[in-house]
């Protein structure tokens, strides 16, 4: 029988799942049948495999055959019948909603059918743990070659491939490195950002977890461009796995002699170490990074000094994100001008998403620039959940913007997003659907940065706060006429005159949501409405007799026991005592839940007197 190999994702999400525990049964099922095959079963067995909403997900090769949602019971028949008969578990396979046919290979699932992997291009598929592994896939031959060529050399294909950093500026990596070695002074530092902070977003994580050496070969192959000896990776402190991840591929590159003192005995020197985050959100920002490697508050500088002038210990310094570095080895490798055939002429090669929200399929996927966000919506993720109505996509986290519906033929790229009001960003993907309240998201972004804002700066500072508290009064029904001015007014303070590109970004949830979604603002502001039905001070909740079948499923789960009926007869609510609270919505299979406006004046009159407000039953009798 030939060999086997049973990879098993051990990302966070499917490690949540149970894929740990899972890999471990494999393990014990294949020892008891005496079956020909090897289980991965380290602590982080695989990286991600991306598919997160099926995990776990098992994968076993040479066959490629890929069984979703996997549980521990289920791994005594998979090595049954499976490894040992060659059948396969029809239960187990992926079947695509849209024509019901199953998935064996996973090239038969459109989720990775239409994805272009280079920085994922190992993640999911070895062991992290095991550097022989990373070699054997042609790990460590760029870094080989890198070595024969010169600084210029290097430099030139990194230019020919036209590679924009992917941490969310999008400036040219080549032309960072070229002007670093433009400056005489000495020593240089090169640095990865690993600071992934932005709500929904995993990408970094999943690629120092899943494949820690593709980031240490590209920034070594960096340090040999730049004339750098040093190195720091900066990983996120709550990334426990990447943490361990790395530290382990470190150690064994520098065994092997691919760091260190005298790098596979060319002489040339690199040490590299991992630095904790300092836990802020502001760290993520380049200046307010090297602080917090210095030991130091992390709050950042003005960016008329360039870091590549002055960076860490104000020596010149390189700094790129995870997903840069782990696509250099691929253009020295294949050359720059292979890489630049991806994409689009001025956003060439991939960008990895965490592609999050109300999708059907959520997950890690790696796309060419210029895909629209409509293929990466619905022909990878599959769509929107219950099939409901897209209302907005996230793009770029806390700094980006929410676009609609009318732009998802829009190409995915740094400068069109931008044109729009949004922004690339790390790679953060929110999807959203019509029971999304944008007044609501905007505001929850507006906290989050309040409580991130390094306070360094007053119209960061200040100008969060203050729209914050508009935004708080407006969700629930306090909201005044001139407040959206006001939003408007403030955000371009901000876009103007904070220190850092986290300030000056910050606006753009709110910006952005008012320039696609301005009367959902003069609906809660007008109308004491909110439409999604999302903010309970403006929502009460009526159910449509049309609609109601009586199954009572909301009976059971409303916290004030508002709602009355019996049997399979129509059911009502008492709005003078419904909270708005959405669990009766959340819980009806036939959507008979309807969301009706609720006045501050009605609402505390509903609370005293029943003169005031007739009930949905009365009204509906009537």
Same mark, same amino acid.
């Given at each position: 029988?030939t060999?086997?190999?049973i990879?098993?994702c #051990?990302?966070?999400?499917? =490690?949540?799942?149970g894929s ?6 494999l ?5 008891a049948c005496g079956?020909d ?15 997160c909403?099926?995990?776990p997900? %098992? ?8 069984y979703?949602q =996997?549980?521990?019971?289920?791994a005594e ?24 046919k199953t998935a064996?290979?996973?090239?038969e ?5 239409k ?16 550097i022989d592994?990373y070699i ?21 294909e %990194?230019?020919? #491939?036209?590679l924009r950093?992917?941490?969310g500026a999008?400036?040219? &990596? ?10 005489p002074?000495?020593?240089k530092?090169?640095i ?16 120092l977890?899943g ?8 920034m070594?192959i ?9 190195? +720091? ?5 709550? +990334? =426990? ?5 790395m ?5 064994a ?6 760091i260190?003192?005298?790098?596979l ?23 307010a990074?090297m602080?917090?490697i210095q ?10 000094i360039?870091?590549?002038?002055r ?9 790129n994100? =995870? ?8 253009i020295i490798s ?12 001025n956003? &060439? ?19 060419p620039?210029g895909?629209?966000l409509?293929?990466l919506? +619905? ?6 959940q ?8 996230q ?28 922004m690339m960003? #790390?790679?953060?993907m ?20 309040c ?8 119209p960061c ?6 729209m914050?508290?508009i935004?708080?009064?407006i969700?629930?029904?306090r909201?005044?006429?001139?407040d959206i001015?006001?939003l ?6 901000m876009?103007?005159c904070?220190?850092?590109a986290?300030g000056?970004?910050?606006p753009n949830p709110?910006?952005?949501?008012i ?11 007008k109308?004491y ?9 403006l ?21 004030t026991g ?6 399979n007869? &129509?059911?009502?609510i ?11 919505r959340?819980i ?9 406006? %609720?006045?501050?004046?009605?609402? #505390?009159?509903m ?7 007739? &009930? ?7």
């Amino acid at each position: 029988m030939t060999a086997k190999r049973i990879l098993v994702c #051990s990302g966070p999400g499917c =490690v949540a799942g149970g894929s740990l525990k899972l890999a471990d049964n494999l393990r014990k099922a294949i020892a008891a049948c005496g079956a020909d095959a090897e289980v991965c079963t380290d602590v982080v067995n695989t990286g991600c495999s991306g598919m997160c909403e099926l995990g776990p997900i %098992v994968r076993i090769m040479p066959d490629d055959i890929m069984y979703y949602q =996997v549980r521990p019971k289920d791994a005594e028949e998979i090595v049954r019948e499976t490894i040992v008969r060659g059948n396969i578990i029809g239960r187990m396979l992926f079947r695509n909603p849209l024509n019901g046919k199953t998935a064996v290979h996973q090239d038969e699932n459109p989720f990775y059918a239409k994805q272009t992997k280079i920085a994922l291009r190992n993640t999911g598929i070895i062991n992290p743990r095991n550097i022989d592994e990373y070699i054997e896939r042609g790990g460590y031959e760029a870094l080989k070659k890198a070595l024969t060529m010169t600084s210029d050399e290097i430099i030139a294909e %990194v230019d020919a #491939s036209r590679l924009r950093g992917r941490g969310g500026a999008g400036f040219p &990596t080549g032309k960072k490195w070229r002007s670093a070695v433009a400056v005489p002074e000495n020593p240089k530092y090169v640095i990865c950002n690993g600071d992934e902070g932005d709500p929904g977003a995993f990408m970094d994580g999943a690629i120092l977890n899943g494949d820690p050496h593709s980031v240490i070969e590209g920034m070594v192959i960096c340090a040999l461009a730049i004339g750098s000896e040093r190195g +720091y990776l900066y990983i996120r402190d709550e +990334y =426990v796995l990447a943490l361990d991840s790395m530290k382990r591929a470190l150690k064994a590159a520098e065994e092997r002699g691919f760091i260190g003192e005298n790098i596979l005995g060319s002489g040339r020197k690199f040490i590299l170490t991992v630095v904790r985050g300092g836990g802020a959100f502001v760290c993520g920002e380049s200046t307010a990074l090297m602080k917090s490697i210095q030991g130091e508050v992390g709050e950042p500088r003005a960016k008329y000094i360039h870091s590549v002038e002055r960076g860490l210990w104000d020596k010149p310094t390189v700094l790129n994100n =995870v997903e840069t570095f782990a696509t250099i080895p691929v253009i020295i490798s294949k050359g720059g001008a292979e890489f630049a055939k991806i994409g689009t002429e001025n956003n &060439t090669g991939t960008k990895v998403f965490a592609l999050v929200g109300k999708v059907k399929h959520t997950g890690l996927v790696e796309v060419p620039m210029g895909i629209t966000l409509r293929e990466l919506i +619905y022909g990878i993720g599959g769509g929107i959940q219950g099939d409901r109505p897209f209302k907005a996509v996230q793009t770029g986290g806390p700094s980006g913007g929410s676009l609609p519906e009318e732009l998802l033929d829009l190409p995915i790229d740094f400068d069109t997003l931008t044109e729009y009001g949004s922004m690339m960003g #790390s790679g953060g993907m929110i999807v959203m659907d019509d029971r999304t309240c944008m007044v609501e998201f905007a505001r929850y972004y507006v906290q989050f940065l309040c409580g991130e804002s390094c306070g360094k700066c007053t119209p960061c500072r200040e100008g969060l706060r203050h729209m914050r508290d508009i935004l708080t009064n407006i969700c629930a029904g306090r909201g005044r006429e001139g407040d959206i001015e006001l939003l408007e007014e403030i955000g371009h303070m901000m876009q103007d005159c904070s220190l850092c590109a986290l300030g000056k970004s910050a606006p753009n949830p709110v910006l952005s949501s008012i320039r696609y979604f301005r009367e959902e603002f003069e609906e809660h502001i007008k109308k004491y409405y909110c439409r999604a039905g999302m903010c309970p001070e403006l929502t009460a909740f009526r159910i449509n007799k049309n609609r109601c079948i009586g199954c009572g499923r909301c009976i059971s789960v409303c916290p004030t026991g508002v709602i009355s009926g019996s049997g399979n007869g &129509t059911h009502y609510i008492d709005i003078r005592a419904c909270v708005g609270c959405g669990a009766c919505r959340d819980i009806c299979p036939v959507e008979a839940m309807e969301t009706i406006p %609720v006045s501050l004046w009605s609402r #505390s009159m509903m609370k005293g007197s029943r003169a005031y407000l007739r &009930t949905a039953k009365q009204e509906e009798e009537e």
